[in-house]
DNA sequence: CGAATACTTGATTACCTTCAATACGCGTGG
DNA sequence: CCACGCGTATTGAAGGTAATCAAGTATTCG
């Protein structure tokens, strides 16, 4: 089986694992593996895709712009994730992706995922839960922008990083890969660079953390919590790993 | 049929119209409806629900409680939305639902939906891209959040429901019941209140709307539209009406 | 090694918050 | 009927967080 089809099976089985035949049926889909460098923009908003993509190894954002070309970046994606599978069911893209290091990728025909989806309803509850899970996302995002201070606010998007990485076995020792500026940063948090900036110098003061060159380490992970009011329950994450899952 | 099953038939319906024997289905759906009256807490922050609500009439929130009190609204329902269907997939329930004024409201039995779902894909076609607009809205709503200044940002919020109303049939001459207090707005604008009073003062001053007594009006909709930098493409409404439907 | 990108720092400004006080509307009960 | 309480709206003043402007330093990379 392809490493694709192994994490798109993962992803889909967040909940309870999938039954045998419908993971026969994901094993076989065809999925076209790209290769795309950091910094390109995967799909743009305005688009009308024919095909969702789902992430395989990196990072990626999904960000808007707005008319004055300020950019909100509204969501990072790590591996497992389908951030436009909204386009197997609304034509124009409201978002673009962008790839924040080098990806793998996989490219799923929406006729494809259609079929699927209506031969074997328990993939296409698959799909729809990891939408969910989404969706939550968002609204603690919504919630963090809109009521939590700059060094909250900055802690509370470290900490949900660091956990979804965790949770895939992605980091080690409190530690991940972030490739992020931060000019990304402040796109993220509704903050200008200079501010991140020096919230980022307070949050290091703090000894709560480490941020260079790409990457983050959480040095004191109860006080990085606690400065960003972190409650992970919103991440819906299965600590009960019936089929524990580590990405390749 | 009840008119619990005619709007949801119509919620499922938004892109492309229901098979009639799946709308045959939905006709005799189990919905238990139920009066609300404001300013009751629909669904709790933490309950595990065994059902999920559909707002039949009225205007509901969700929102999020931090632990210093803070409140984020994240959305606002209108008639037809199914603003917890998310329990369905998800155990926890991550966000509160408020009624914000009288309301109808009907419950649908998590098993009976699995049920329809999984032998009627069209119809979980539906449900799931009711949440992938959900989902569009809340980018929009970070977005709105992180970048546009208070006037801005009020303005939009106004846009949106005004649209959204509109585009259901409960809007006349630009103009649509909003029960919502200056309070109210703060939290879902992440402003203070003070300033939130300023803000509205300013939009009235500029001609722009009237807003009193819960009662919205646009009196100068292109203003508007303007001043809130609004763009109704996330909202994905369908404007072909195959089906044109009006709530009763 | 030079240009571009990313980061850092200082000074000034402003948007928005907080604190405080007043006014208004409405339902309840004396 | 009026007093009272409570939620809501309004206004003034002061303070703080974060934005903007500006300049300089590191780093990366071709």
Redesign the pocket.
């Known amino acids: 089986m392809s490493s694709a089809a192994s994490i798109l099976i993962a992803a889909l089985s967040a909940k309870t694992k999938l039954p045998d035949e419908d993971q026969d049926a994901l094993a076989s889909f065809p999925i076209e593996e790209l290769e795309i460098r950091r910094?390109q923009d995967i799909i743009r908003e305005g688009d009308r895709p024919t095909r969702s993509m789902i992430l395989l190894s990196g990072l990626t954002c999904s960000y808007k712009t707005l008319p004055n070309g300020n950019r909100q970046i509204t969501a990072f994606q790590v591996p497992g994730d389908v951030p436009d599978i909204q386009s197997l069911h609304l034509d124009v893209q409201d978002n673009s992706i962008l790839s924040m290091s080098d990806c793998r990728v996989g490219f799923m025909r929406h006729r494809d995922i259609h079929e699927l989806c209506f031969s074997r309803p328990p993939i296409a509850m698959g799909f729809w839960r990891a939408t969910l899970v989404d969706t939550a996302i968002y609204r603690e995002w919504t919630t963090n922008v809109g009521q939590?201070?700059?060094?909250?606010?900055m802690a509370h998007l470290f900490c949900e990083v660091l956990t979804r990485l965790m949770h895939l076995g992605l980091t080690k020792d409190y530690s991940c890969a972030l490739p992020?500026?931060?000019?990304?940063?402040?796109d993220a948090?509704?903050?200008?660079?200079?501010?991140?900036?020096?919230?980022?110098?307070e949050l290091?003061k703090s000894g709560s953390l480490r941020?260079?060159?790409?990457e983050l380490t959480a040095l004191n992970w109860p006080l990085l919590a606690r400065q960003g009011q972190f409650d992970p329950s919103y991440l819906h994450l299965q600590m009960d790993d019936h089929a524990p899952y580590k990405l390749v």
């Open positions: 910094g939590r201070p700059a060094v909250a606010r992020v500026t931060q000019v990304d940063l402040a948090l509704g903050l200008s660079v200079v501010h991140v900036n020096r919230t980022l110098m290091r941020f260079e060159r790409g």
